[in-house]
């Protein structure tokens, strides 16, 4: 049972467009929802986190939107630059105790054109 | 400071063989995780240590695979009787899981890819 299920696999959008990767998520007694980038030979890197008590936050290019009801989340990357060219995953976990590791969905692979 | 690092970078192996992977975390990181990730099947969790508490083994996918950690900092994960389908990057993450609610970013190594033939 996949608890946290991302699409698309694959993106290609063009630079400066809008890049949108989707999260669907089961467990409700998930709180705690990071984004993870990965560059080709490096381990994945976190870039932006939510947790329930809020729908979306913004980091500069990069938010997220949080729809708890729905159990879905989403990261969008505004002005989309070829140096974002790398696999995104996200990820969820239950953050009732310290050091909670993390479910991650299968990743989506985003090219950016230039 | 460093970060994680992981030896070795690639490791090659013959099916039936027994591999260790090593992972040294950042130091003074007390919580350590060991990820698996397969082409296209994202990355599965395989082992958590915190501090001096029992490891959550519950991701480990067969008692082929083993791990331990030595004195706190440098881990250890074993695959013994290597199998072609344990082919995979293996990633090790660290984190200094002293905030409550477990929210502390976990830092993750290169990854050592495996290759069973």
């Known amino acids: 049972q996949q608890q946290v299920k991302q699409s698309p696999q694959s993106l290609i959008v063009q630079k400066g467009g809008i890049s949108i990767i989707n999260c669907a998520y089961e467990?409700?007694?998930?709180?705690?929802f990071p984004w993870y980038q990965q560059f080709p030979g490096k381990g994945p890197a976190l870039l932006i986190a939510i947790n329930p008590d809020v729908s979306e936050k913004k980091e500069g290019r990069f938010t997220i939107s949080f729809n708890k009801s729905a159990k879905q989340f989403s990261l969008h990357i505004m002005d989309s630059q070829p140096g974002d060219s790398a696999t995104y995953f996200c990820a969820a976990s239950r953050s009732n105790q310290a050091g909670t590791a993390l479910i991650f969905g299968k990743g989506t692979t985003l090219s950016v054109s230039s | 400071g460093a970060g994680v690092s992981q030896s070795p970078s690639n490791k090659v192996t013959e099916k039936g063989k027994d591999v260790e992977l090593r992972c040294d975390p950042i130091?003074?990181?007390?919580?350590l995780y060991w990820y698996r990730q397969s082409l296209g099947q994202g990355l599965e969790f395989l082992i958590y240590?915190?501090?001096?508490?029992?490891?959550?083994k519950s991701g480990l996918p067969s008692d082929r695979f083993s791990a331990e950690r030595t004195g706190g900092s440098v881990s250890t994960l074993t695959i013994q009787r290597t199998q072609q389908e344990d082919s995979a990057v293996y990633l090790c993450?660290?984190?200094?899981?002293?905030?409550?609610?477990?929210?502390?970013?976990?830092?993750f190594g290169p990854g050592t890819r495996l290759t069973v033939l």
């Open positions: 467990n409700t007694a998930f709180d705690y």
């Open positions: 993450a660290s984190s200094l899981a002293g905030r409550p609610g477990g929210r502390d970013t976990q830092y």
């Open positions: 240590f915190q501090g001096n508490s029992a490891p959550d």
């Open positions: 130091s003074g990181h007390t919580a």
